[in-house]
């Protein structure tokens, strides 16, 4: 990579669009957002991922060695597409992080996403067993606390938040909402996502701030996190129920 | 049962010893354990578990439809253990806090509670699929939250907390606890748990408490927290490595 290219990669968005994935890989990773939306992790086969796939199934084995590692890098495609999500364009500091709970958070979850991130909870629980989904969840871990912490940093900066140590705030927010995240999909019905987001609330609203006491703006329209938005959903989709939550 | 027993029940103790769990069905979930730890959960059969209860197999299935049905069983009996394990006997509720957070996320995690939280983690991210297992995670979630809220309550009675909401603190501090459990098991050997221990003290410094600025108390020695001590280990567990963290 050049000079040029490397500063080009450096900026959130370029960085998004050309790491790696050239056109075809993008399509082999729609095929396979499709398949795990339609089939689950479990059941998912690479004969699954081809048949969402307009182009030949050999294709599929020339690029990838097997199933773990076409999900390996569906990883690390989910993680620069969600990067996109989470690339904040408020200038607060404070704002930017509540933005960013209610992406990660939303009240409602739309069914595709739903059922994507069941798939990588799947994913996230082979991890033990599984080193290349092991270490793309680590790359996910360590992204997602270092964008918090670039938040928070520069809100330390700025003289937004005082008295926090951005690197172990990072850390309690990626867990907490890591935890929100996998309590929400794994118990459903029964999860008060109003409680879990007053809680996220009452979070933020207890970091020190130069501005205490006062809430920082309101939360915008809320959004699924984690999705990969320009896959498209599949045409009829009577696949597992749970709608909106 | 009798207004008597269901009293008893009442105590925490005789709850978790008389719950159901009569010796043979104990006797189950034991073997349960122990296969869980050496064949992990996606490899599991009632064979498996079989192999490793000294009594029938039929008897097995006598008591259980099959494997779902049993593992449903043994999530409701490590829920019961765990409620033990977790019936911290200091009087004051920020020490009560710390101490509890301290054995849900330990600076070391022992082998066998490592395999163990591997299995209940991949039993998780089978709810979404399973009715049984969500009903179980779902129940275990909310004991959880009881026992933390029922803490802060009694926390903010004694005025050791002020201005809290016990109830949304709790669903923070569970989200919280299980991120950090997630995160752990599952990118292991990059996990900090050094800074995710200090991000915890953090969030418990920082709840508002008439002694605000100090620490109350040190944590006490490190325990494994959901495991299920009495099961034993198996003779010679040469299984899967990744010992302490």
Known sequence: MSTEEAEEADTENAATENHEFDPLKTEIMRATYRALITQGYSDLTMQGIADEFAKSKSLLYYHYDGKADLLAEFLEFALHRFETEIAVEEDDPAEQLRTLVDRLVPEELEEDSYHVQIALLELRSEAP???????????????????????LRRGVETGTFTDIDPETEAELLVSLLIGARTRRLTTYEEFDVRETRRALETYLDRLPS?????????????????????AGSTEDDDGPERPDH
Do not use: C, K, W
């Open 210 to 230: 130069t501005e205490d006491g006062t809430t920082v703006g309101g939360a915008e329209p809320a959004r699924d996190g984690m999705t990969i938005d320009e």
């Open 129 to 151: 067993h599984e080193d290349l989904f092991r270490d793309q969840y680590t790359a996910v871990d360590e992204r997602i606390t270092a964008v918090i912490s670039g938040i």
